[in-house]
């Protein structure tokens, strides 16, 4: 029953079932008391400051308004990171998530790419000359690479840097409509200069795509310089608060100098000197694909934390006749599509954690020379990349679904934490394309291992012998279910290179092979990286240091991560009868018990993320659960309320009444 006053009955209720204690959990999750102290002050100088709560909600504003609201906000909180010192990315990011959630910065690819950029692929005087101008904000730049008519296919940007070696210049040029830079964020109203990916011209030859620094605007009137035809693309799906935008350049010149040049170079003359590795200068991207995970999984985290908090408040339809109406969490049906969305979450936490951790150990790597880890590096990057976004997009378009009709209102907050992450399916790397990126190399994997060369450890598995059949007994072991995904991962990497020679010896070209192949070689990345996963959730289980009571719990959310995996493609793991019936059954029914066993702990496992409301901006995901008061609050802000007879009224709806029809134009 819910109240009006404090915190709802069976909100509490929830509360006081758990079998661990939130706070332990709280801790490992974000690895430690201290890091969980600093994250919620930081959470709290931002929600406290009233420059922050002074605009109008966001689901009320304009397309305009949320530009411009929100470049406001954070410039402001630009300025408040340096008066408070906050100079570690994860200290920005939690006062960012607090004081803008889901506001896409209108200056973030700005500190997330273009200063990145600099700093990784710009020489020393470079770094000199222009990282003082940015970090200033005299200097707002974006990172320009796609374009209207590519995108993913990188070496295929039509976008020309030709070299003069008379002036010392290179003279930049969209040749064609599909050349010009469309949709960098930050580019249609914001910057004024850019780093613009492009092909470097230099005597006659083409030396492949490289960075360039251009200035698009004046610096103090911000009017676009010569040459340069710059704008907002318009509204979109979402990300209202930012201004993707076109670039087309018509013999732009720009000094050798603005060339990056720590890896490649164009000496005075024209010659060119190659770079240690042509992927070298795909740094920035791969940061931002680590981030997408974290992102991801952030998104469905706090979509869990909505929609299990509301399915707990929630009450629907009788059980018994005349009975009280029940929570619709204790629907199975709810707990089958929930539950599993909320062992999700924590996995993708788990591999976005790995992944940031990964790309930073291999980048000081690359920075003391050795570059033998950067194949594993984008090959993990772009699968988890891809199968983040996919999962965790899919998981709160679901969260919506079991909210019922109110989760199709912004009161809920869930249509602006998707239309958020869904972005993530397409940029930076379309997914499809991420994986058979992925594909190409666990092809090349699979041919070290034909050859007898030895594999990094996290594909070692491939050499499993599939004559071998599952160890999967009652007990549903740890061990018995990544056995499971390996197995399965690993056939369908053999059964893809098998069709792919297969092709090969009908007389098909290895391209033809390969087009040939491209389903079944994204069924083997995914399930690659769903392996991948798996594994890294049960090695964190299993493995780290924690409280008993929170490690008993995770584990069971940790097994049904896997069992549901399996059970939802079960066609891939019988096609070799790796399972027998048997098996199978025992998992399915392993499935229904886990549903119930985590039950008792649902909200808790999402309070533990410790969001706070600010942050959330749910109506149906608050803390107290008061969500029907909520509701009705929200309901009453609305603009449309503010006037109890709108002028539409008189102009449209009256005379119609009379008899009296508008009459319109037919132009």
């Not at 594999?455 to 018995?480: G, H, I, R, W």
């Not at 990497?493 to 792919?500: L, P």
């Not at 790796?578 to 119930?596: G, N, P, R």
Request: with cysteine.
């Amino acid at each position: 029953m819910a109240t009006t006053t404090g915190v709802n009955s069976d909100l509490a209720k929830e509360r006081n079932k758990s079998t661990f204690d939130v706070e332990e959990l709280s801790n490992f999750i974000y690895r430690g008391p201290e890091k969980v102290k600093r994250r919620r002050y930081l959470h709290n100088l931002a929600t406290k400051d009233p420059f922050f709560r002074k605009f109008k909600p966001w689901a009320f504003q304009t397309r305009e308004e949320q530009y411009e609201i929100c470049l406001q906000k954070h410039l402001y909180i630009n300025k408040k990171c340096k008066e408070l010192n906050l100079t570690e990315p994860v200290d920005k990011f939690f006062y960012t998530e607090a004081a803008a959630p889901h506001e896409n910065s209108p200056i973030g690819l700005h500190t997330v790419m273009f200063i990145p950029t600099i700093e990784k692929q710009g020489t020393e005087e470079q770094k000199k000359r222009w990282l003082p101008l940015a970090e200033s904000l005299k200097m707002i730049g974006t990172y320009a690479q796609t374009e209207m008519g590519h995108g993913t296919f990188i070496r295929g940007l039509e976008t020309t840097a030709t070299y003069d070696p008379r002036t010392r210049e290179f003279i930049l040029n969209s040749p064609t409509i599909t050349s010009m830079k469309y949709w960098p964020g930050n580019l249609g109203k914001t910057t004024n200069h850019c780093l613009v990916m492009a092909q470097l011209y230099t005597q006659g030859k083409n030396c492949g795509i490289h960075m360039f620094m251009v200035q698009i605007r004046d610096l103090e009137t911000h009017m676009p310089l010569a040459g340069i035809e710059v704008g907002d693309i318009g509204p979109k799906f979402g990300y209202g608060t930012n201004d993707n935008g076109f670039l087309r350049l018509s013999n732009v010149r720009i000094p050798r100098e603005n060339m990056l040049m720590r890896y490649s170079k164009v000496l005075e003359d024209g010659t060119y000197v190659k770079p240690p590795n042509a992927k070298i200068a795909y740094g920035s991207m791969v940061l931002v694909r680590a981030a997408i995970v974290t992102d991801a999984a952030r998104a469905l985290a706090q979509a869990c934390v909505i929609s299990i908090r509301y399915s707990a408040v929630r009450r629907q339809t009788e059980v018994s006749p005349g009975g009280e109406e029940a929570q619709i969490i204790d629907y199975q049906t709810q707990q089958y599509r929930l539950f599993p969305l909320l062992a999700t979450s924590y996995a993708m936490y788990f591999a976005g954690r790995f992944m940031y951790d990964f790309y930073l150990k291999t980048t000081a790597e690359i920075e003391g020379g050795n570059l033998d880890s950067m194949p594993q590096l984008h090959a993990i990057s772009a699968g988890l990349k891809a199968f983040s976004s996919w999962m965790c997009s899919a998981g709160v378009e679901t969260c919506r679904l079991c909210c019922g009709g109110h989760g199709y209102s912004h009161a809920s907050g869930l249509p602006k934490i998707y239309i958020d992450v869904v972005p993530g399916c397409t940029y930076e790397g379309e997914n499809n394309v991420m994986m058979l990126q992925v594909a190409r190399f666990l092809m090349k994997m699979y041919g070290k291992l034909q050859n007898g060369e030895a594999l990094p450890t996290f594909m070692q598995y491939m050499s499993t012998d599939l004559n071998k059949k599952s160890c999967m007994t009652e007990e549903v072991a740890l061990n018995c279910l990544v056995m499971a995904y390996e197995h399965r991962a690993a056939r369908m990497i053999r059964d893809a290179a098998a069709s792919m020679e297969k092709l090969v010896q009908s007389g098909k070209s290895p391209v033809e092979a390969w087009n040939g192949s491209t389903v079944m070689l994204t069924w083997a990345a995914i399930a690659h990286c769903h392996a991948f996963v798996t594994k890294l959730f049960v090695e964190t289980v299993v493995k780290s240091r924690m409280d008993s009571k929170v490690q008993s719990a995770l584990t069971s959310l940790c097994k049904l991560y896997a069992v549901h995996g399996i059970v939802e493609n079960l066609g891939g793991f019988i096609q070799d009868q790796f399972f027998d019936s048997k098996q199978v059954k025992i998992l399915q029914k392993k499935l229904m018990q886990l549903l119930a066993e985590i039950r008792p702990n649902a909200v808790a496992f999402v309070d533990a993320f410790d969001y706070p409301d600010e942050v959330l901006q749910s109506c149906l995901g608050r803390y107290d659960g008061q969500v029907y008061q909520a509701l009705y609050d929200y309901a009453k802000s609305s603009p449309m309320n503010e006037k109890e007879v709108l002028d539409s009224y008189y102009k449209y709806i009256k005379p119609a009444q009379n008899g009296k029809y508008q009459q319109y134009s037919k132009l």
